[in-house]
């Protein structure tokens, strides 16, 4: 339920509401709006009368959400949400671009590619440290080693750093490194990660499910909405479908479809989406101009020989040449890269 309070509405009346809300067997979540106040309760009530709330003194109107989620939905928070990390803003009128290896290999190339993805105009470094691989006997990662030298990377060229936390007991470590936390699309229902995440102090960019749907995604979401982080990204990757041709399926339509339903930014990966470098650049710039937030692209200044994920590494003037294209498209749509 979504109780929206009178403009004018009083700390006392305020704090009624909330405890009426309380007894009742919600939780409440507030969101001071610039206009308005604004109190989510959580709780599955099907039965409950709403005009029980409805009559409090300072209550200007209250909503059944028939939508499973609730923090994560555009009813219950009207403005986007908006993350500032550093110098930038995730949410807001900017196109952000996230670009770097599938994976950190060595310094040699994450130093390369780090200066390569900065002179380009990306703002944030990404590489895994520990990779979720379809196969065990799959490269999986340089763990602490790998975050050390994204870290050192990124510093160098003035970029912030995103890196995959694949469990909890990871989560103090790569904190110590990272600006974003990376939740993978085969972790978006590890609950428990999810939950440990909402209390991390740092923003979480969570990844569509393989086979899940918006719905599912945002239901996700709300686990860490609800245990206290409120910056979250969505990230598009492509879902399975029956179309074979591509790695998997760009749901390009989730991105309007999420902004209508939900106030979280979403970013767009057509890397993992297609797999297929010569195929990023058409679904990066068909993102940018479905409204993306950002994009995340793969890149490799020596993709035929990269641990993971080489096929679908733009080459660094591939990169410099997306940059270049999606530059005029989010003009169009009267936006910038950030
Ligand atoms: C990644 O971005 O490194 C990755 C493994 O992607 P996904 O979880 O979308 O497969
Ligand atoms: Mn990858």
Same mark, same amino acid.
């Given at each position: 339920m979504v109780v929206v309070l009178e403009k004018n509405v009083t700390e006392k009346q305020l704090e009624n509401v909330i405890k009426h809300l309380e007894d009742f067997g919600f939780a409440v979540h507030k969101s001071t709006g610039v206009e308005q106040i604004i109190l989510g309760a959580i709780g599955?009530? +099907?039965?409950?009368?709403i005009r029980r709330v409805k009559i409090?003194?300072?209550?200007?109107e209250v909503y059944r959400i028939t939508e499973p989620f609730k923090l994560a939905s555009r009813s219950f928070k009207k403005e986007n949400t908006k993350i500032k990390l550093g110098n930038i803003v995730i949410g807001d009128k900017d196109v952000v671009v996230i670009a770097g +290896?599938?994976?950190?290999?060595?310094e040699e190339q994450i130093f390369i590619l780090a200066e390569i993805v900065s002179k380009a105009g990306a703002k944030i470094l990404r590489g895994g440290a520990f990779k979720p691989r379809?196969? +065990?006997?799959s490269f999986q990662g340089l763990g602490e080693k790998g975050l050390k030298l994204l870290r050192r990377a990124a510093d160098k060229f003035g970029l912030l750093v995103i890196t995959e936390v694949m469990e909890s007991s990871q989560i103090n470590l790569i904190e110590q490194y990272t600006d974003i936390f990376q939740v993978g699309a085969r972790n978006m229902q590890n609950f428990s990660l999810l939950r440990d995440l909402g209390k991390a102090a740092k923003p979480i960019m969570l990844k569509r499910g393989l086979s899940a749907t918006i719905d599912d995604w945002l239901m996700s979401a709300e686990y860490i909405l609800s245990n206290g982080n409120q910056n979250i990204m969505l990230c598009e990757r492509g879902i399975r479908t029956f179309e074979t041709y591509t790695r998997y399926t760009f749901d390009i339509s989730s991105i309007p479809v999420v902004h209508n339903r939900s106030h979280l930014p979403v970013i767009a990966d057509p890397s993992h989406a297609t797999g297929l470098r010569d195929k990023v650049i058409p679904m990066a710039r068909a993102a940018v101009a479905a409204g993306a937030d950002g994009i995340m692209v793969e890149v490799h200044h020596d993709p035929e020989n990269a641990l993971s994920d080489g096929p679908q590494a733009l080459l660094p003037e591939q990169f410099s040449e997306l940059m270049t294209q999606i530059k005029a498209i989010a003009e169009v749509i009267g936006r910038k890269l950030v």
């Open positions: 599955v009530q +099907p039965n409950f009368d409090l003194e300072g209550v200007a +290896p599938c994976a950190v290999e060595s379809t196969s +065990p006997y």
